[in-house]
């Protein structure tokens, strides 16, 4: 495998635009469409909200029951969440004008949503903005970057990466695209993520890829514990590969769950790193754990704490509250077993050792965590199980954006 | 019932004193002292995570063990947490100080600490603090005062209350002064809440009380979602009100109830407005839920999002976050059956109806939210239970004091 220049067009038969549709910003691409040339399998992830938007409900059914899918259309600004059946209707009216525009049934449309909660669509734009997207559509690299740019709310950077691999004998490819900042996402309600591959793989063991996926990937990101109404991963794959249909978990499975892997890990990670306000990404990793379960808890507690997030925003090595956070996960361990080490560029360092301070050297931590990407390693030595979270700092910034969203 | 004036001092036989110890501040009260003339009752809840200060353990042994309590004594600036063994003896030889101070055995004495995590408290300096403890202490509304304002860290306001009711034909009094901003705190590694009453009860029923009394109070507060590790709440009892011990649930154990609901929630509500930047308090009530359970989910889920209570910040009727935070708490409900109202001083306003929006004002929403107390309504029509949380706004000032706290 190997990262190759590229997004969601760089597999065989991808097509994607953008289009200034007016849905809610002015001067800037707000729609964006992604297309196969023939049927897609799909797969797809979906918040686990209670609350879930129209987009959500739509699509959870379009993966479990239509033959195969091959666009979905995309809109930034309106979320579609808390919109009751007129929301239902605006996914179907969406599904229809695409199918009419692109020659295709309804049920092959998948859409998505992204922006405040509440607010019904303009359909009138939307319908004209599907139009807009066919003629802007196309298969080059530069069609991919327009379609990541036109998803983004919040997003400082637009967020894609193509990978190339082998499978049955054929180079096949993988590219993926994702706005937002976390399966458990701040205000802009949503993290969306779409990837799309031209390999082929029966739809059981896609499903099955992507379903043990985001375990360790986009499930495991986080900028403030918020779990969004509208969090959405699909996987399209087309076949266009042409490799022999991967049918079984031999060595092609493996090689795709790779690529899946490296695109997954590489888009949650640039998600937690451009979280709200962010100027750093925490990397957590728990290591000597009894079991996965108890190493993702004790991950994922620390990387979501306001107090761990709003110490590493001021470089202090504020050791207790990563232990605070740790005791508070639910999870059990000793405390006085516990080593911990903070780690970036500027080096390495033991924070910790069995629960007490080694007398670390205050300047060298505060060095390390002044850098862009931070890790912190906690050894709770009762096993051999291991689980790495991602998430952001907590800054004034992320309180301004938060603050002044709506307004 | 009827609130009277004072705090930990008011109700029969209790001294209070504060001093200045030089622990980690200067030039202000960092100790602080509580002492009843006679042997009392203890009752006491303490911090559920797993990393437990070394004052927290004390506490628990001495409230199970110790045939009675009689003083209490109270450090601020360093929370005695993550300190080993160390840390362990430093409780005792606190407690063995305060007995031969006070002539009293070293089972009857509690302790108490409360800021940063992982530093060992200066004996020689605390030893020096317990006698100008004694040379301070009073029962005058003043010297209770002194020992509220001596237990602060990042608090902006001391935190002290009394009532007076009546128990078998008795005037009896209770008192109470606490620090810090939840039970689920910030970076001051704890609220620590002591009450003091007159009342002549037994062990059992004092217990009994404490324990039903807090979930109601001190654990429906959250400032930040992290629990400390030294999380506090004592209730010391010593009897010299004179009335007959209570020993049954009758009408005098309902008006001890009462009472201590009285003074918890009025100490909970403000520690939860005190929150470490906070401008605003906000109160969650979840109204028509199927069971207890589910509506202290609800209402914690909400008071505890990051992004509803940056949205309270700015004054921003964004509901769609409180629906979000509801369909994230792990209760399940029908989000189309939701009825929401924003309340304050400014008026009451009907937000959503049956889920989606009624149309309101955004103009009136706004100036309801721009009070410093505001209050939250959802009603999800499933039943009869209802449950309040506290909370407070999320500002750059939150960000600031934990950015900046150790270093």
């Given at each position: 495998?190997?990262?190759?220049?590229?997004?969601?067009?760089?597999?065989?038969?991808?097509?994607?635009?953008?289009?200034?549709?007016?849905?809610?910003?002015?001067?800037?691409?707000?729609?964006?469409?992604?297309?196969?040339?023939?049927?897609?399998?799909?797969?797809?992830?979906?918040?686990?909200?209670?609350?879930?938007?129209?987009?959500?409900?739509?699509?959870?059914?379009?993966?479990?029951?239509?033959?195969?899918?091959?666009?979905?259309?995309?809109?930034?600004?309106?979320?579609?969440?808390?919109?009751?059946?007129?929301?239902?209707?605006?996914?179907?009216?969406?599904?229809?004008?695409?199918?009419?525009?692109?020659?295709?049934?309804?049920?092959?449309?998948?859409?998505?949503?992204?922006?405040?909660?509440?607010?019904?669509?303009?359909?009138?734009?939307?319908?004209?903005?599907?139009?807009?997207?066919?003629?802007?559509?196309?298969?080059?690299?530069?069609?991919?970057?327009?379609?990541?740019?036109?998803?983004?709310?919040?997003?400082?950077?637009?967020?894609?990466?193509?990978?190339?691999?082998?499978?049955?004998?054929?180079?096949?490819?993988?590219?993926?695209?994702?706005?937002?900042?976390g399966?458990i996402?701040?205000?802009?309600?949503?993290?969306?993520?779409?990837?799309?591959?031209?390999?082929?793989?029966?739809?059981?063991?896609?499903?099955?890829?992507?379903?043990?996926?985001?375990?360790?990937?986009?499930n495991m990101i986080s900028v403030d514990g918020d779990t969004?109404?509208?969090?959405?991963?699909?996987?399209?794959?087309?076949?266009?590969?042409?490799?022999?249909?991967?049918?079984?978990?031999?060595?092609?499975?493996?090689?795709?769950?790779?690529?899946?892997?490296?695109?997954?890990?590489?888009?949650?990670?640039?998600?937690a790193?451009?979280g709200?306000?962010a100027?750093a990404l925490l990397e957590v990793t728990m290591k000597g754990c009894a079991s996965k379960e108890q190493a993702v808890k004790l991950a994922k507690s620390v990387v979501t704490s306001s107090l761990v997030k709003a110490a590493m925003y001021g470089h202090d090595a504020n050791w207790g509250r990563i232990l605070c956070a740790m005791g508070y996960s639910g999870a059990s361990f000793d405390p006085e077993q516990v080593d911990l080490y903070f780690e970036?560029?500027?080096?390495?360092?033991q924070i910790i050792e069995n629960g007490v301070s080694?007398?670390?050297?205050?300047?060298?931590a505060?060095?390390i965590l002044?850098?862009?990407?931070i890790t912190v390693v906690a050894d709770v030595k009762q096993?051999?199980a291991t689980a790495t979270a991602w998430g952001c700092d907590l800054t004034?910034?992320y309180?301004?954006?938060?603050?002044?969203?709506?307004?």
């Amino acid at each position: 495998m190997r990262e190759i220049a590229g997004g969601v067009t760089a597999a065989r038969g991808f097509w994607a635009g953008a289009a200034a549709a007016g849905i809610k910003y002015a001067g800037r691409d707000d729609m964006a469409l992604i297309y196969s040339q023939v049927p897609c399998k799909a797969a797809g992830t979906f918040t686990s909200n209670v609350v879930k938007a129209a987009p959500v409900k739509w699509d959870k059914k379009v993966v479990e029951e239509s033959p195969f899918v091959q666009a979905v259309v995309i809109n930034a600004g309106i979320a579609n969440a808390c919109t009751g059946q007129e929301g239902m209707d605006c996914c179907q009216e969406t599904a229809e004008e695409a199918a009419q525009v692109f020659q295709i049934p309804p049920s092959a449309v998948l859409v998505a949503s992204t922006g405040v909660i509440g607010m019904q669509l303009p359909m009138e734009r939307l319908r004209a903005g599907i139009h807009m997207l066919k003629e802007n559509k196309g298969t080059d690299e530069s069609h991919g970057t327009a379609a990541a740019k036109a998803i983004m709310t919040t997003d400082t950077v637009h967020k894609e990466i193509a990978v190339e691999f082998q499978a049955g004998g054929r180079t096949v490819h993988m590219g993926g695209m994702c706005k937002g900042s976390g399966m458990i996402h701040p205000n802009m309600c949503t993290m969306l993520g779409f990837v799309t591959t031209d390999v082929n793989i029966s739809k059981e063991l896609l499903e099955k890829a992507v379903r043990e996926d985001v375990k360790d990937t986009f499930n495991m990101i986080s900028v403030d514990g918020d779990t969004s109404t509208n969090d959405t991963l699909l996987v399209l794959a087309n076949g266009m590969g042409e490799n022999p249909e991967i049918v079984e978990e031999n060595e092609d499975y493996q090689a795709f769950a790779a690529a899946l892997n490296y695109v997954n890990t590489w888009l949650a990670k640039k998600m937690a790193g451009d979280g709200e306000g962010a100027t750093a990404l925490l990397e957590v990793t728990m290591k000597g754990c009894a079991s996965k379960e108890q190493a993702v808890k004790l991950a994922k507690s620390v990387v979501t704490s306001s107090l761990v997030k709003a110490a590493m925003y001021g470089h202090d090595a504020n050791w207790g509250r990563i232990l605070c956070a740790m005791g508070y996960s639910g999870a059990s361990f000793d405390p006085e077993q516990v080593d911990l080490y903070f780690e970036s560029k500027a080096g390495r360092l033991q924070i910790i050792e069995n629960g007490v301070s080694t007398g670390y050297s205050e300047e060298l931590a505060t060095r390390i965590l002044s850098e862009p990407e931070i890790t912190v390693v906690a050894d709770v030595k009762q096993g051999e199980a291991t689980a790495t979270a991602w998430g952001c700092d907590l800054t004034y910034d992320y309180v301004k954006i938060n603050g002044d969203y709506r307004s």
